[in-house]
């Protein structure tokens, strides 16, 4: 079982950035592909990014150009950078791991979550 911990949530204004971090509770030496979802109030989860175990990403087309995802192996840690932030993306971000290689968007796909940080973007 991999329990995942995300950080870097927060309150930033429209145009303003945030970094997000995730990173299994106990060290691993599997290389999982990764997945960023979001959740926002009376919607249902939706896929943002994804990378393979070769670094291989994966974005929607509403954060295309603004998010980047990356990982750094050496520190089991995968990254979302998030820049140029809308109030629209104002919502719960889960990171969510796989066993597997392939860097999928399809949320059932994914073995493991985190219990979600909380983005806020004001207007």
């Known amino acids: 079982q991999v329990q995942l911990v995300e950080s870097g949530g927060g309150l930033v204004q429209a145009g303003g950035s945030l970094r997000l971090s995730c990173a299994p509770s106990r060290r691993t030496t599997s290389t999982y592909p990764m997945g960023w979802f979001r959740q926002a109030p009376g919607k249902e989860r939706e896929f943002v990014a994804a990378?393979?175990?070769?670094?291989?990403?994966n974005y929607a087309d509403s954060v295309k150009g603004r998010f980047t995802i990356s990982r750094d192996n050496t520190k089991n840690t995968v990254y979302l950078q998030m820049n140029s932030l809308k109030p629209e993306d104002t919502a719960v971000y889960y990171c969510?791991?796989?066993?597997?290689?392939?860097?999928?968007?399809?949320?059932?796909?994914?073995?493991?979550w985190g219990q979600g940080t909380q983005v806020t973007v004001s207007s």
């Open positions: 990378i393979s175990s070769g670094s291989t990403t």
């Open positions: 969510a791991a796989r066993v597997g290689s392939a860097a999928v968007t399809t949320l059932t796909l994914y073995d493991y």
